[in-house]
């Protein structure tokens, strides 16, 4: 979204590096709940499991997402400048890439629709891609709604207006992409979990 709509403004590297700093951060606050929510949730299992939690499944998984947390934690600069020919190879955006649907994979891997065995696979790939389209969706809104406008304030009038339009532009399409996923996605899954809508209304999970 920021970078083709940064191109189509007319603007240049130095805008782009005031993005990057601030997108930083909010990478760093990310990571960081997600961080205490790994901390709770092993404190909480190792109080009903015991101390062979981490031998278990579910415990295993637990330390490969907090070993992938780690890891993008290490490279949360190459995260804010993603796409940036100067700054890193495009290995490294690969890396950056994966390690995100790795953790949302990991993050798959413990959710209900892991335990569905019929249909086989279906239901794993559609919670795998409901956690991108919902990242896609909650990215571009803290990117409209953070980042953009602290840098823009920096701007002169015509290029703080071409900028903006530039950008709600390239959000509403990804934002479309991201919200249809997500309608896709979520209505097969709760179909297939809940039923009908009697079992909506009336069930504990519904």
């Not at 005031?18 to 961080?35: D, E, H, P, Q, S």
């Not at 602290?150 to 339009?165: F, G, H, I, S």
């Not at 509403?172 to 992409?177: C, K, N």
């Amino acid at each position: 979204i920021w970078r083709p709509a940064l191109k189509a403004a007319g603007l240049g590297a130095e805008v782009d590096d005031r993005a990057i700093k601030l997108t930083r951060r909010v990478v760093f606050v990310i990571l960081g709940i997600n961080a205490i929510g790994a901390v709770l949730t092993l404190a909480a299992q190792s109080q009903l499991v015991g101390d062979t939690w981490l031998s278990t499944r579910v415990g295993r998984v637990w330390i490969g997402r907090a070993a992938t947390l780690i890891a993008l934690g290490v490279l949360s600069e190459d995260i804010a400048a993603v796409g940036r020919r100067d700054r890193g190879s495009i290995w490294l955006n690969l890396i950056v890439g994966w390690l995100g649907l790795q953790l949302f994979f990991l993050t798959t891997l413990t959710s209900h629709s892991a335990a569905v065995t019929s249909p086989p696979v279906l239901p794993f790939l559609a919670d795998w891609l409901h956690l991108i389209g919902t990242s896609l969706w909650i990215g571009a809104l803290v990117q409209l709604a953070v980042i953009v406008p602290q840098v823009v304030k920096e701007l002169n009038t015509e290029d703080r207006a071409w900028l903006w339009l530039k950008v709600v532009v390239d959000f509403s399409t990804a934002g479309a992409f991201g919200v249809g996923l997500l309608l896709i996605t979520g209505t097969y899954m709760s179909a297939l979990s809940v039923g009908d809508w009697p079992a909506l209304i009336n069930t504990a999970y519904g």
